[in-house]
Nanobody
Framework: EVQLVESGGGSVQAGGSLRLSCTASGFTFAGDDMGWYRRPSGQSSCESISRISSEGLAHYGDSVKGRFTISRDTTRNIVYLQMDSLAPDDTAVYYC?????????????????????WGQGTQVTVSS
């Protein structure tokens, strides 16, 4: 059974930092594309903010480029999202995903494996 478990969310003031972690199990983590999405409160659509390929190539959405850093530890099956210079607009539920390749999502998380695998989400709240 594929499982993705996020941790590290919480509340922080603007300008602060948080590091999210996602522990994966049930699939060949080292060979899969991993990503992070977020869904602001009151919205159904999800924004792809970052992804990292099996080769370690990182991609970022324009809204987080230069502030967030994605990385992966293939020995421990963990993908991280370091978030710096946080702003109130970053407030959202953050989801770890596998095999989503940064594709647009009208809503998330998804239960159909055709749309990848998803964690349960972790709340990030940034106050001004």
């Amino acid at each position: 059974e594929v499982q993705l478990v996020e941790s590290g969310g919480g509340s922080v003031q603007a300008g602060g930092s948080l590091r999210l972690s996602c522990t994966a199990s049930g699939f060949t983590f080292a060979g899969d594309d991993m990503g992070w999405y977020r869904r602001p409160s009151g919205q159904s659509s999800c924004e792809s903010i970052s992804r990292i390929s099996s080769e370690g190539l990182a991609h970022y959405g324009d809204s987080v480029k230069g502030r967030f850093t994605i990385s992966r530890d293939t020995t421990r099956n963990i993908v991280y999202l370091q978030m710096d210079s946080l702003a109130p607009d970053d407030t959202a539920v953050y989801y770890c995903s596998a095999r989503t390749f940064g594709a647009p999502m009208r809503y998330c998380p998804r239960s159909d494996p055709r749309f990848g695998y998803w964690g349960q989400g972790t709340q990030v709240t940034v106050s001004s």
